[in-house]
């Protein structure tokens, strides 16, 4: 069986709540980047923050979009940010903040009963890519080792600070950054803070062009991230997996598992780069690493607007937003398995 219809042929186990065995690596921190937005970083940040059950989420996405799902409140409040914790690394005289992460649970009711907690973002955010460069430069007038020493504090900020949460809190043992659809700045730090990588693609051709993107970004001896990091031993993040987004499924009679031609077309394309690309898997077989989710529909219309996860959704349950009814269908089912089924091998 060719790797494409490896893909294909599990999709229907799953679907069925029936997870296929994938032998992965588990790490502690995953970070879910693509640099291109709209494609579903939050959303997935935000459902595997629940399914997780002890999980530090952390915004670093200057629209602070998961922040909102775990506080709608959040654009009112002027709370410390992860921008806090990570300028004193940056400005010197600073002072650092501590206890900076918020029990979920506590402004979004339908996290009461787990361990989630998250730290927020803020839209200052927009800044940190001027303010880490001019920090980083700074570095250069010093002598060795000191210059590396200084170097290294600056880059390892997110990661150090994320760390000394994690222990305050004592209750999380996992960890999930939301990124923005930016390299500079706080992803930039992410990429240093991070076990591995989680990049969602959606089914269209820039989507795939930003993957490409990600790749290069990750790699290239030159490119802003390896610059600093091969000099310092800071290894490079590994994938651990390609999640495809907003898939469709051929509504032709018997054609079960069948994905719809630009599904197919994406699938492709997808698994293509992943196999050129193998060094950087956490294993080395590529359709190992290629995971599908169902365009979500109404499911993620209504998740979105009551900032429920779609775990907690029932087929037949309707809302009206923005003076239309929208309902979740049966298809949530398979949508809510595709979701159980990564949560289940990251972990
Ligand atoms: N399978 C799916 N996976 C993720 N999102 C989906 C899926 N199907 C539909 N959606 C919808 O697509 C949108 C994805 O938006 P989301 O905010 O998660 O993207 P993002 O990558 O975080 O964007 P940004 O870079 O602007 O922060 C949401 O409205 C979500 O409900
Ligand atoms: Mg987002």
């Known amino acids: 069986m060719g790797a494409y219809e490896n893909v294909i042929s599990r999709q229907f186990d ?3 709540g029936e997870f296929p065995e994938v032998n992965f690596p588990k790490f502690q921190k995953y970070t879910l980047c693509n640099l291109r937005g709209g494609i579903g970083k939050t959303t997935l940040a935000f459902n595997l923050s629940y399914l997780g059950d002890d999980v530090l989420a952390v915004d670093t996405c200057p629209q ?7 506080d709608n409140q959040y ?7 992860v921008r806090d914790l990570i300028l004193p690394y940056l400005i010197p005289g600073l002072g650092k903040p501590t206890h900076i992460a918020s029990f979920v649970g506590a402004t979004n009711k339908f996290f009461e009963d787990k ?7 803020s839209s200052e955010l927009y800044l ?5 460069i001019s920090a980083i430069n700074q570095t250069s007038g010093l002598q060795s080792p000191t210059r590396e020493t200084a170097l290294l504090s600056i880059l390892h900020s997110l990661r150090n600070e994320i760390d000394r949460e994690m222990d305050e809190i004592g209750k999380v043992s996992k960890c999930l950054i939301d990124t923005s659809p930016f390299f500079a700045g706080a992803t930039q730090l992410s990429w240093y803070a991070t076990d591995a990588l989680i990049i969602p693609v959606r089914t269209d051709q820039q989507s795939i062009k930003s993957l490409e993107l990600l790749i290069q970004t990750l790699t290239s001896p030159q490119g802003e991230f390896r610059k600093y990091a091969t000099d310092l031993n800071i290894p490079t993040p590994k994938i651990q997996m390609v999640v495809l987004t907003h898939c469709g499924w051929s509504t032709v009679a018997g054609a079960r598992n069948k994905p ?3 599904t197919e ?19 080395d077989d590529p359709s190992n690493h290629l995971f599908l989710l169902d365009d979500f529909l109404g499911s993620g219309r209504i998740s979105s607007f009551l900032s429920k996860p779609l775990e907690l959704l029932r087929p037949g349950e309707s809302r009206t937003i923005d003076r239309m009814k929208v309902s979740v269908n049966e298809s949530v089912t398979k949508c809510k398995h595709q979701l159980e089924f990564i949560n289940n091998v990251i972990w």
């Open 14 to 16: 799953i679907a069925n």
């Open 64 to 70: 602070g979009n998961l922040s909102f799902f775990f």
């Open 75 to 81: 654009y009112n409040n002027a709370s410390t940010s």
């Open 115 to 121: 361990q989630t907690y998250y730290i927020p973002s």
């Open 128 to 132: 940190l890519p001027a303010q880490l």
């Open 260 to 262: 719809n031609q630009q």
């Open 265 to 283: 077309v994406y699938i492709r394309k997808a698994y293509d780069i992943l196999n050129r690309n193998r060094t950087l898997l956490t294993t």
